[in-house]
Structures are given as structure tokens and as C-alpha cells.
Nanobody
Framework: QVQLVESGGGLVQAGGSLRLSCSVS????????TGWFRQVPGKEREFVAR??????IYADSVKGRFTISRDNTKNTVYLQMNSLKPEDTAIYYC???????????????WGQGTQVTVSS
């Protein structure tokens, strides 16, 4: 069993920055793929970024503004979000599994989510 706990969400003005954290426990962290998704009420959960095997992939909408990273000594994955826009407002979820890509169905383990609100 894998447990994920997100933190770091909040309210920020457009152009500002936030760093989300996802603490992972219950399985060897190094073996896991970890990703970030986000969801706006009434819409499907969408892919944001994924870290696997030392490399990252990003959704086009966040490329160049967001950076995913992980600290294996702390069993934590981060999402640094810069140049935030009002359209980035969503609940952000951390996800993990042994393998995973850019779709939510590829991930079995999920955190509870953290709210990010970007004001204009």
C-alpha cells in the first residue's frame, strides 16, 4: 500500500509562484513513478507532469513554467509552479504507481489533493 499526502497549495496572485509537495510512504520510493494531475469542478482530471527514471514530461499548458522534481532521501516529489495564471486554478493531486504515463487511469495510488487558487 502506498500513501500520498500533498501540501503547499494556497492563494497566489497571477505571476506568482507556489511549490507543492507530495510525501510518499509505504513502498520503496525509488521504484515508483510519480505524477501530478489537476482538476477543476465539472471537468476531467488532467495531466500536469510526471517523473520517471530520472526524466520528466509535462503538459503543454505548463511547459516552461512548472518543474517536477523528487528527493529520494525525503521520499517526496515536488511541483514548482512559476508564472502562475488564473487558469491554473484547480485541485492538484499527486499520483503514483510502479508504471505510469500521462493518463489518470495509469495510476492506482492518489493523494487527497491540495487547492491552488490564482487570482487575476
Amino acid at each position: 500500500q502506498v500513501q500520498l499526502v500533498e501540501s503547499g497549495g494556497g492563494l497566489v496572485q497571477a505571476g506568482g509562484s507556489l511549490r507543492l509537495s507530495c510525501s510518499v510512504s509505504g513502498r520503496t520510493f525509488r521504484t515508483l513513478v510519480t505524477g501530478w494531475f489537476r482538476q477543476v469542478p465539472g471537468k476531467e482530471r488532467e495531466f500536469v507532469a510526471r517523473w520517471s527514471g530520472g526524466s520528466a514530461i509535462y503538459a503543454d499548458s505548463v511547459k516552461g513554467r512548472f518543474t517536477i522534481s523528487r528527493d529520494n532521501t525525503k521520499n517526496t516529489v515536488y511541483l514548482q509552479m512559476n508564472s502562475l495564471k488564473p487558469e491554473d486554478t484547480a485541485i492538484y493531486y499527486c499520483a503514483s504507481d510502479l508504471i505510469g504515463g500521462a493518463t489518470q487511469r495509469e495510476y492506482y495510488y492518489w493523494g487527497q489533493g491540495t487547492q491552488v487558487t490564482v487570482s487575476s
